[in-house]
């Protein structure tokens, strides 16, 4: 098998699986915050909130985001 | 009637335009993740020495300091300084001596003439090489999208990107992470040339290589790797190559490099006759070197030769061997001895990898060897595999001594592009390989993120993250220095731990960044005469080296180790530990012996 080229190909519904990311590192945060410890900073302190908040919201976001489509696609 | 909405070019335009935008995001936030490390953190242990040669290049024209590494990278990182800031320092000290690595007194005087100044300049000269990484994450992107498709070049995005160890080192002035972006840019140019060999191809491929030379000397081994590739390329053609590479391109690109290389160093003292030069390692000296030095050529039809190389870079390599062929203290899972271990690199690559990515790197091994789906022809799967094993057999023979995971950063970016083949998951029907990169790979990203910004410290959870980390590793693998400017905020914020005793690994000192510290006790066995042994009742910071008790130095000894009987009220990153000692633990420690 040779890849083609160097054209960007359109990626297949990468939406749904950056869905399964962000719920994969809703669920991970916890275990791995648990085995490194407290943060030791104000900053990492920040950046966890801030990683597992943006996380969180990604994925409840797409996934609302999906539920919508899938109701406005039923209705047409 | 189609509206414009309708109009399927319009769609297309939004499909090309959107995963470019996303490649810019993320590149974006990688380098806001770099610049906050690099304005946050102390010098770590060998950067004042950078800047200050860098410094010394611009202000006299020559390029003997630290000439272990090619001059053009610190050059860069030092220009703003040298233009822009009212630096002072005092030259006199600084000489030519081969067996006195001068830059880095030079470093230490920068830094006492500075003081607290010196820190924003190195910010600022951290600043300048943030687009390097920007660009080994770019070049990673780009060769994984034509191995392996577009979602593919997103999955090596991702795992440079949010790399611990990218992120620790691309935030310093330190070479490694250079050396990996430009030796990655190196491979990457000559495989483009091989699968369509052009002039205009070549030329690239030769300068990129030139300017590998110029990143570090380790990647000097690809004149000898491009040749076996080269040559591995030239056997019997199969279907999607059609073109032999031919040999007239093929000879111009190390005489490309060769001329970039000598450019990075204007040309000084090249073509020198290698019997002119004076080395002081074992291997080009002779077994029988004085203390001034010698030259096994002498003598030889060989050392009549002019060597192609600048004098300060072939220097370099001799200086640099002779660092590896003299046996330092090292520490590997709580043993200290003279001298390194062969596995040392391989240990710390399972570490101070995410877990994620070793996982992502084994699946993609499976499917290497067992699915066609996601593998490329075996001559593009070589020039990716090659420089991991040499890189790995370059620096594992060195093992006069084994300190720095780092030596091993250039090899990273090509076990990312070989990881991200699993990205093809997300363009055929492949759910089980797509669930478990998913899964991977956003273990990658949140592990580091995790311990963001203390990324130099990163370890992987088997381990026990970076608490378990100094079991296991020490050294620049997790304590070089770099959070003495938060322990200085902590001491702040907490005026009840005043005085405090500190013991900091590090090249700055505490006075630098402005705390006011006393001396930590020495441990029983260790103390001067007259003075009394630890524990003492107090407040007292320890970097974790000396905590565990390890020699750097040869004077070093594990005068603080008594320590570890006491629980830290604080961890400043994860290098520093606070204790506080009160009387009641200093009986029940006097008790227990």
């Not at chain 1, 080229?5 to 359109?10: G, K, N, P, Y």
């Not at chain 2, 004042?48 to 990182?77: C, K, Q, T």
């Amino acid at each position: 098998m040779t890849q083609n080229t160097e054209d960007v190909q359109e990626p297949v519904d990468l939406s749904s699986w950056v869905e399964f990311c962000c719920w994969t590192m809703v669920v991970l945060a916890p275990f791995l915050t648990w085995v490194n410890g407290p943060a030791v900073s104000t900053d990492q302190f920040v950046m966890r909130t801030a990683v597992f908040t943006l996380a969180l919201a990604g994925a409840i976001g797409l996934r609302v985001g999906k539920i919508f489509r899938r109701r406005r696609n039923r209705a047409n | 009637m189609p509206t414009r909405r309708d109009d399927p070019m319009d769609s297309n335009k939004a499909h090309a335009f959107l995963p470019r935008l996303a490649v810019a995001g993320i590149l974006a936030l990688h380098a806001s993740l770099l610049a906050y490390i690099a304005a946050t953190t102390a010098p770590v242990f060998d950067e004042p020495a950078h800047l200050v040669s860098g410094l010394s290049h611009w202000e006299f024209g020559n390029l003997d300091l630290y000439r272990v590494n090619p001059p053009p990278l610190r050059m860069i990182a030092s220009l703003p300084v040298y233009l822009f800031a009212d630096y002072e320092m005092d030259w006199k000290d600084v000489r030519d001596d081969p067996y006195v690595r001068s830059e880095f007194k030079a470093g230490r005087v920068f830094l006492r003439k500075n003081g607290e100044r010196s820190f924003r300049y190195l910010m600022l000269s951290r600043m300048m090489l943030i687009p390097v990484s920007c660009l080994g994450a770019w070049v990673c992107f780009l060769w994984s999208r034509q191995l392996y498709g577009v979602s593919a070049g997103f999955v090596s995005l991702l795992l440079w990107c949010f790399s611990p160890n990218i992120l620790a080192w691309g935030a310093t002035i330190i070479p490694d992470l250079s050396a990996a972006a430009f030796g990655v840019m190196a491979v990457y140019t000559f495989w483009r040339w091989l699968r369509e060999p052009t002039w205009k191809r070549a030329v690239y491929a030769g300068l990129t290589l030139g300017v590998a030379q110029l990143a570090k000397t380790t990647w000097i081994i690809l004149f000898a790797l491009f040749p076996i590739i080269w040559f591995m390329w030239r056997s019997p053609r199969q279907h999607g190559h059609s073109l032999a590479p031919p040999a007239k391109q093929f000879a111009a690109m190390p005489l490309l490099a060769i001329c970039v290389l000598n450019t990075g160093y204007a040309f000084e003292h090249s073509f020198r006759r290698l019997d002119d030069f004076v080395f002081i390692s074992t291997t080009l000296a002779g077994d029988n070197v004085a203390t001034e030095g010698g030259n096994r050529f002498s003598g030889t039809l060989l050392g009549q030769l002019p060597v192609p190389f600048p004098s300060n870079y072939v220097r370099g390599i001799d200086v640099q061997k002779h660092d590896f062929e003299t046996p330092s203290w090292s520490y590997l899972r709580g043993e200290q001895k003279r001298g390194g271990w062969w596995y040392y690199y391989l240990y710390g690559l399972l570490v101070k990898t995410p877990l994620g990515t070793l996982a992502l790197l084994v699946l993609a091994f499976i499917l290497l060897a067992s699915a066609t789906t996601y593998r490329q022809p075996w001559r593009d799967e070589l020039v990716l595999l090659l420089p991991v094993v040499a890189v790995l057999v370059l620096v594992s023979s060195q093992t006069a001594f084994s300190r720095n995971y780092r030596y091993v950063l250039p090899l990273l970016p090509f076990l990312f592009i070989h990881a991200s083949r699993l990205g093809r998951a997300f363009e055929i029907d492949g759910l089980p390989v797509r669930l478990a990169s998913g899964v991977f790979l956003a273990a990658s990203v949140i592990s580091s993120l995790l311990v963001f910004p203390h990324s130099l410290s990163y370890f992987n959870c088997a381990v026990g993250g970076p608490i378990g980390g100094k079991y296991h590793l020490l050294d620049a693998n997790i304590d070089w220095g770099q959070d003495l400017l938060k322990l200085k905020r902590w001491i702040d914020g907490n005026p009840e731990a005043n005085p405090i005793g500190v013991a900091y690994f590090g090249i700055a000192t505490p006075a630098l960044a402005g705390i006011d510290a006393t001396a930590v006790p020495y441990g029983p066995g260790f103390e001067y005469e007259g003075d009394d042994p630890g524990p003492q009742p107090g407040w007292y910071a320890v970097s974790v080296n000396h905590l565990m008790g390890y020699r750097h130095y040869d004077i070093d000894r594990p005068k603080y180790v008594y320590l570890q009987r006491f629980e830290p009220v604080a961890t400043i990153g994860y290098s520093i530990y606070v204790y506080r000692i009160t009387e009641a633990d200093v009986a029940e420690y006097q008790a227990l012996r």
